[in-house]
């Protein structure tokens, strides 16, 4: 497999030139009227999800360079050196195959393609897992002594589990109460264990080492807590996802389940990662959860680039952030289920992109992620949309909106759909006002993803085309999506400063963290 940078590319000269010569003056207005089928030819349909990409700042000309740059790049060679199971985490050394996880048993498909042969082992053990995982959930949703179901975890192992269930909550079973505890702030647990008893909650610690030190914390508190509050059996009450199964058993727990080393923490809600969801709405919920992301695995996989949606989103990321110098994204999910969908995405994009150096250790001459942010709509209307129109900065938007509600108050709906829509297009058409005050410049640009419905095949399908999308990105920036050093550094100095908060020792600080020490002790 060999790639190519993007800045490296011949095509990359093109594209600048095409920027200086209609990009930065590009008009959406002027677009519309001179082409009356522009809707049709930037509209995309994947697995489960209609996107129209016509309100972006990007012609027909500039569209075809991109795709240029993912075949100089070597982006089709990357994508599949990833589904072969290739070593691709460079630094390390790791294979990325949480595709896998949603992958059917070979026995399942109808022909499966030498790639899934070659990792008939590793595809055994992910669906002797995930049956293992699966008949566990359903023995817990049957147990009706069991009314509260309590996931400790951070990171990947807390956002992709709580968004998906918060997403699902009308599939969500109503015999159990979920509850997600992440912080080490001492204030988010102690508020959980004000509503559970001990004796109808089970604990699941969700840590791939078991060492985490966030998790590990929460976790011995919660089992104090247990044990004070008249608990007895803490193998039944406590259940672990993780590799380090002696760790585990050390802590009381018997019942453990896994994942492997080729799956990264914010990839991981498809594992056993995924447990609470699968508790939450089923084995059959569960399964099809999966199905929809492996559908939107195999549009990624054989769709030609022009049709592929992962790509065209991952193309416009450059196209923006490198050219237009768009420094961050504002997420819009028009339905409330949704509301941790940009958290969720926040982790996905900005911990696998936000690096400076290329995967060769080589600083980076442009800009990589952008910022991700969002609340869902109608939400932020009133809160940060009066930038979005009138600021001076161009943000551009990701809506997200689902046809067909399953909440069945007369007029809502109607209304939540009528108010994505009219700001997709307040935003592309603006209105002019002499006063200045009531001016809405326009021509700001916006994504729209459509979902006939949410539900768990539609929202796996959603969660892999964001994985997907970040991957294009990466790739042609030439950088490694999937390791996260950056959030090392400040994890090794905090063991320290945890130690000088209780002896008082300042000495080799620097003068801020120094006096800030003195003022906490004080």
Wanted: proline share 4%.
């Amino acid at each position: 497999m060999k790639t190519t940078r993007c800045d490296r590319t011949p095509v990359w000269s093109v594209l600048q030139q095409q920027f200086e010569q209609t990009g930065r003056t590009f008009d959406l207005r002027t677009a519309f009227a001179a082409d009356p089928k522009r809707f049709e030819s930037f509209s995309l349909t994947a697995p489960h999800v209609f996107a129209d990409l016509s309100k972006n700042l990007i012609d027909a000309a500039t569209q075809a360079s991109l795709l240029e740059l993912a075949q100089q790049s070597g982006l089709e060679q990357h994508r599949d050196a990833m589904f072969a199971g290739q070593t691709i985490n460079n630094t390390e050394q790791r294979a990325v195959m949480h595709w896998l996880l949603r992958n059917p048993a070979v026995a399942q498909m109808d022909k499966a393609r030498p790639a899934i042969k070659s990792l008939a082992n590793e595809l055994q053990d992910v669906h002797t897992t995930l049956d293992a995982m699966l008949a566990y959930a359903t023995a817990v949703r049957a147990d009706d002594s069991i009314t509260d179901v309590v996931n400790i975890g951070i990171g990947g192992s807390d956002l992709g589990p709580q968004m998906a269930v918060v997403a699902l909550n009308e599939f969500v079973t109503p015999a159990k109460r979920f509850h997600f505890v992440s912080n080490v702030d001492g204030h988010e647990l102690a508020a959980v264990l004000k509503k559970i008893k001990p004796e109808s909650t089970l604990f699941l610690i969700a840590s791939k080492t078991f060492t985490t030190i966030e998790t590990m914390t929460n976790a011995r508190s919660a089992k104090a807590w247990f044990e004070a509050s008249g608990g007895t059996d803490v193998a039944r009450h406590f259940a672990a996802l993780s590799t380090n199964v002696a760790a585990a058993n050390a802590f009381g727990i018997s019942t453990t389940f896994g994942f492997w080393d080729w799956v990264g923490g914010r990839y991981s809600v498809w594992s056993a990662i995924g447990l609470p969801l699968a508790i939450a709405i089923g084995a059959e919920g569960f399964r099809q959860f999966l199905a929809g992301a492996h559908a939107m695995d195999e549009h990624f996989r054989v769709a030609p680039l022009a049709q592929n949606l992962p790509v065209r989103l991952g193309l416009l990321d450059v196209w923006y952030r490198n050219f237009h110098g768009f420094t961050s994204r504002s997420v819009a999910p028009y339905h409330c289920a949704l509301k941790r969908y940009p958290a969720y995405l926040q982790q996905l994009e900005m911990e696998s992109n936000g690096k400076r150096v290329d995967a060769s250790g080589a600083a980076l001459p442009f800009g990589t992620s952008p910022v991700l942010w969002g609340e869902p709509g109608t939400n932020g209307q009133h809160a940060y949309y009066q930038m979005l129109h009138q600021g001076t900065d161009v943000v551009p938007v990701e809506f997200v909106a689902v046809k067909k509600p399953r909440a069945s108050l007369p007029g809502h709906h109607t209304l939540l759909l009528a108010n994505v829509l009219a700001q997709a297009q307040a935003l592309m058409q603006g209105k002019a006002d002499a006063g200045g005050h009531k001016h809405f410049p326009g021509n700001r640009p916006s994504s729209f993803l459509l979902l006939d419905e949410l539900t768990p095949a539609s929202l796996g399908a959603l969660i892999a085309l964001q994985e997907h999308r970040v991957f294009v990105s990466g790739s042609l920036w030439g950088i490694n999506c999937f390791d996260q050093w950056g959030v090392e550094l400040g994890k090794v100095l905090a063991k320290e400063v945890e130690a000088r908060l209780g002896s008082g020792d300042v000495s080799g600080l620097d003068g801020s963290t120094a006096g800030l020490l003195e003022k906490l002790r004080a």
